[in-house]
C-alpha cells in the first residue's frame, strides 16, 4: 500500500491509469478530454505535494527509476535499464536507459538521481514525508553514483519494500539549482523554503522541466489544467511511433459530481471516475450516450473516524477519548450497513481495520463490527458511564458531548457524518457537526490540534510500510496523536508494538512471515479504534467508446498508462 502523502489525505478525485498500444491510431492531431471533480492542484512538485489532487498532476510529469506492472503488481523498469538486488536485499544497483532526456533536452544522468535522494529527501530540502517512508530505523538510504548511467542503494538493514521506492520520482538538479539561484537561496533554510514554492501553480509552463509522457501546458484557476506532448517522452509502440499518441489533454473542472457527469454526458470530457451512488443511473445510460460503465471492484482508499487522543484536548473530552472500551462502544454504534446501503447504494465493503480488503495483506480473520447498541451501551455502564433521560453522563456527571470534523464539499463524508451523529444520539451522546474548507480542516487536524474527532479518508496500496507515516508513533500523520504538535507527548505500549511491527515487517523478505506481522498490526488497529475504519466503496469509471486501448487491470484500472490512449471517432 502506497500511503504516500503525495496521496495523503484523500478527497474524491480522478483515477487515469493507462496501457500499452493493440490499436495505432490515425496521423492527426489529438486531443483528449477528461473530467476532474475537487479544486485546483496545490503544486506540480511530487516531492512536497500533500494532497491527491497534486500528488497525480505531478505524476504525469515525473517517472521514477520503476513502476509496477498493472496486472501483477511486479517492479519493472521505467527510467531504469536494469536493476539488481544483491546482499540479501540491502543492495540494489539500477542502470539508467540511454535514451532518457529532461523535457529541454538535457540527458537524465545519476546526477539527477543521487541529487533527488540525498539533497532534497535525506537533507530535508523537501519537506516531505517520503523521508519517513524511505528510512529504517531512523537511518536513511546511502545513495551512490556509481557512473553516470548506474547508482548504488543501500540499506543498513534488509528493507523489503524499498526496491518499490524506487518509483519516487526524480528531479532535475540542473533547473532546481537554476531556481535557487534565481531565488538567491543560497542557506539550506532558504532552499528549504524556496522549494515549497518550486513548480508551483504561478510557475511559467516554460520553467518546468520534466520527464513524464506530458509537459505541463496551462491552468486556469477553477476551470481547467491542460498538458500537452513531451516530445523528448522515450516509449515508443510496437511500429516505433514516439508516444503520446495525445497532443494535449485538457482536465475539466467540476466542483461536484453532477456537473462534471453534464460535462461528460455532453462529450465534453471523455471519461471520469464516478461514485457508487450515481453508479446505476450511469449504466442506465450507456447506450444512448456511447460509452461503458466499468467496476473496478473495492477502492484501496480507506474512511474513517476518529477521536484527537493527544494531550492537547482538556478534560473529561481527554479521558473519554483515551478509554479503549469508550471507543470500542463507538464502533459498535456505527451502522456500517446503513452507511453502505444510504450513501453508497450497497456498493461498499464494511471495513474494520486498516488495510482495505482488496490489499494482498488484509487480515480475512478479523471478526466483523456489526452495529450493536445494546452491546454499545453494556460497554459504557462497564466503564461507569451512566444513561439518564436518554443522555449519556460520565462518572462526574458531566454529559457527554464532543464535535466531529469533516470537510466541505466531500458529500458522502458530510452524509457519513449524519449517519454517524445519529447513532451516537441513539447512545445519549450529543455531538455537533462542523464542516470546514479542506486546508483549513487539515490545518486543524495536523498543526493546532483543535479538535475533538473528525471523518476523513486517506488513499491506500499494497504495500503496508507507505502507511508508516500515519502508523509510526513518530509519524507526520499519526492523526489521532500527532506528537510533534506536544511538548510532552504521549507514546502508548500499544503504539510502541505498531513501531516495532514497522520495524520488522521491512525486513522481512517472505511475504508470509511479512503478513504475519501486519496480521497483528491490524488486530491492534482492530482492538484499540485508534481510527473507527467505516467503509471501501467499490470503485466505477465511465469512458466513452471511442477511447481507445481500454483493458481492464488488476492495480492499474482500465488505463494504466496515458501514453497509450488515444481517440477514434
Known amino acids: 500500500m502506497r500511503l504516500k502523502i503525495k496521496y495523503y489525505i484523500c478527497y474524491l478525485i480522478f483515477a487515469f491509469f493507462f496501457n500499452s498500444c493493440s490499436v495505432k491510431p490515425n496521423d492527426q492531431s489529438m486531443v483528449i478530454r477528461a473530467g476532474h471533480f475537487g479544486s485546483d492542484p496545490k503544486t506540480l512538485n511530487p516531492l512536497i505535494a500533500t494532497d491527491a489532487t497534486s500528488a497525480n498532476y505531478a505524476s504525469m510529469l515525473f517517472l521514477g527509476l520503476i513502476e509496477h506492472d498493472p496486472d501483477t503488481f511486479e517492479v519493472i523498469p521505467n527510467l531504469a535499464k536494469s536493476f539488481a538486488v544483491t546482499d540479501s536485499g540491502k543492495t540494489i544497483t539500477v542502470e539508467l536507459r540511454e535514451d532518457i532526456f529532461w523535457s529541454d533536452g538535457k540527458k537524465i544522468t545519476a546526477d539527477d538521481v543521487v541529487y533527488t535522494w540525498n539533497n532534497l529527501l535525506r537533507d530535508g530540502i523537501a519537506t516531505s514525508s517520503l523521508k519517513d517512508i524511505l528510512s529504517i530505523d531512523g537511518v536513511f538510504p546511502e545513495v551512490t553514483k556509481l557512473s553516470q548511467t548506474k547508482i548504488q542503494f543501500k540499506t543498513i538493514k534488509v528493507f523489503a519494500p524499498f526496491l518499490n521506492s524506487l518509483a519516487t520520482e526524480i528531479m532535475p538538479k540542473h533547473n532546481i539549482e537554476k531556481f535557487f539561484k534565481d531565488k538567491n537561496a543560497k542557506t539550506f533554510v532558504e532552499k528549504q523554503k524556496a522549494f515549497m514554492s518550486f513548480m508551483d501553480i504561478y510557475t511559467k509552463p ?246 475533538d474527532a473528525s471523518v476523513l479518508a486517506l488513499t491506500g496500496g499494497n504495500e503496508p510500510n507507505d502507511g508508516a507515516n500515519v502508523w509510526k508513533s513518530d509519524g507526520r500523520l499519526h492523526l489521532f496523536d500527532v506528537k510533534s504538535a506536544q511538548k510532552n507527548p504521549l507514546i502508548r505500549d500499544w503504539e510502541r508494538e505498531i513501531d516495532n511491527i514497522f520495524n520488522q515487517g521491512v525486513q522481512t523478505l517472505d511475504f508470509k512471515e511479512r503478513k504475519k506481522y501486519y496480521d497483528r498490526f491490524q488486530e491492534i488497529i482492530y482492538e484499540e479504534n485508534p481510527l473507527i475504519y467505516i467503509a471501501s466503496p467499490l470503485t466505477f469509471t465511465m469512458a466513452k467508446t471511442k477511447v481507445k486501448n481500454l483493458r481492464r487491470t488488476k492495480y492499474g484500472g482500465i488505463m494504466p498508462h496515458l501514453y497509450s490512449v488515444f481517440i477514434e471517432e
Open 206 to 451: 516554460k520553467d518546468i522541466v520534466s520527464s513524464g509522457p506530458f509537459l505541463f501546458s496551462e491552468l486556469i484557476s477553477g476551470e481547467r489544467i491542460i498538458m500537452k506532448k513531451n516530445p523528448y517522452f522515450f516509449i515508443k509502440d510496437n511500429e516505433g511511433k514516439n508516444l503520446p499518441y495525445a497532443d494535449k489533454i485538457v482536465f475539466t473542472f467540476s466542483s461536484d459530481a453532477g456537473s462534471g457527469i453534464f460535462r461528460f454526458l455532453a462529450d465534453e470530457s471523455y471519461f471520469l471516475s464516478v461514485s457508487p451512488s450515481t453508479a446505476a443511473l450511469m449504466k442506465s445510460l450507456e447506450k444512448k450516450y456511447n460509452y461503458n460503465l466499468y467496476e473496478m471492484g473495492p477502492s484501496s482508499g480507506t474512511s474513517f473516524f476518529w477521536f484527537n487522543l493527544s494531550r492537547n484536548v482538556k478534560e473529561p473530552k481527554y479521558s473519554w477519548f483515551n478509554n479503549k472500551e469508550f471507543r470500542r462502544a463507538v464502533s459498535f454504534a456505527i451502522d456500517r450497513k446503513a452507511i453502505i446501503n444510504n450513501i453508497f447504494q450497497g456498493m461498499a465493503k464494511p471495513l474494520y481495520t486498516a488495510e482495505p480488503q482488496i490489499s494482498p495483506f488484509f487480515n480475512e480473520k478479523l471478526n466483523e463490527y456489526p452495529q450493536d447498541l445494546d452491546k454499545a451501551k453494556q460497554i459504557l455502564k462497564n466503564q461507569g458511564f451512566i444513561f439518564k433521560e436518554g443522555k449519556l453522563y460520565d462518572q462526574k456527571s458531566n454529559l457527554v458531548e464532543f464535535d466531529i470534523y469533516t470537510n466541505s464539499g466531500g458529500v458522502e463524508r458530510e452524509q457519513m457524518v449524519v449517519i454517524i451523529k445519529s447513532n451516537l444520539e441513539e447512545l445519549g451522546i450529543k455531538t455537533n457537526i462542523k464542516i470546514l474548507e479542506f486546508n483549513n480542516l487539515v490545518s486543524r487536524l495536523m498543526q493546532s490540534k483543535d479538535f
